[in-house]
């Protein structure tokens, strides 16, 4: 029988309060595991965690920062830390950079995405390997883009960041799995979140169309005709997350309904 039981395992899901973060925290939740919240609105997060499924032994908890500021992110998790001392999965997930062309971009905003994402992944990620190394188990998930395949039309800071993230799973896959922790990267296409009604609300207004016209455009390009939802891609995660994906580390894994066109 396939092992997705996550009884005893503690995770750090980041950018839970809300949409995939959100999803994510609750499966794992289902699946057994004690389930830290982590993301910068502190009211969200207790509402979240209140939904989390317990089966009585379960310890949720949620700690607040927001991702715009290394340092209060790093701090909040060396709290934690004091608190929870060992972490069998992480799930690095922060809201993307706003739309706009690479061309355009201020130095600014390339820094403070390649901030947001990479080394707030990285920064965590050094502060958690110790305690999966010492329980022989990892699970190091970063929820990035489709993007990092193949770069995305006005997501010039986003496709530059996330590409950059990829390259560094790939590297610290290389680095950790001879101590059995995996790291890999889901990659969400058109999903149903307030972030992709961010993105088809500014593609509409700039083609002077229709939200609902622009949505069935979007659609169209996709194999399944249709948006994802945020449980389909919490299923996909959860299972990298699970001790049956133990053999799979180092990969992309596109959750986009066959939008993505290259291999």
Request: proline share 3%; glycine share 8%; charged share 15%.
């Amino acid at each position: 029988m396939m092992n997705l039981d996550l009884q005893n395992k503690n995770a750090l899901v980041c950018g839970s309060s809300q949409g995939m973060g959100k999803a994510i925290a609750v499966q794992l939740a289902k699946m057994g595991a004690n389930v830290t919240l982590f993301a910068r609105n502190l009211e969200k997060l207790n509402e979240v965690k209140a939904e989390l499924a317990n089966n009585g032994t379960q310890q949720h908890s949620a700690i607040c920062a927001d991702f715009s500021d290394t340092a209060a992110v790093a701090g909040a998790v060396d709290e934690q830390l004091k608190v929870v001392s060992e972490y069998h999965i992480l799930i690095n997930n922060t809201g993307g950079p706003a739309p706009g062309p690479a061309n355009s971009a201020e130095n600014e905003q390339f820094l403070a995405a390649f901030n947001q994402h990479l080394i707030n992944n990285h920064q965590i990620s050094q502060k958690l390997i110790s305690g999966m190394k010492a329980a022989g188990f990892g699970r190091i998930i970063n929820v990035i883009s489709t993007s990092v395949k193949q770069p995305l039309p006005n997501l010039g800071v986003s496709n530059t960041v996330r590409g950059a993230v990829a390259s560094w799973a790939k590297t610290m896959a290389n680095e950790l799995g001879q101590f059995n922790i995996t790291v890999n990267n889901v990659l969400p296409g058109a999903t149903n979140t307030v972030r992709l009604e961010a993105i088809i609300k500014n593609k509409a207004a700039k083609k002077g169309v229709s939200i609902e016209a622009m949505e069935e455009e979007e659609k169209s390009i996709i194999p399944m005709r249709r948006f994802g939802e945020a449980e389909e891609f919490a299923n996909a995660v959860a299972f990298l997350a699970s001790p049956a994906a133990g053999y799979i580390t180092g990969v992309s894994l596109p959750v986009d309904g066959g939008r993505t066109s290259c291999l």
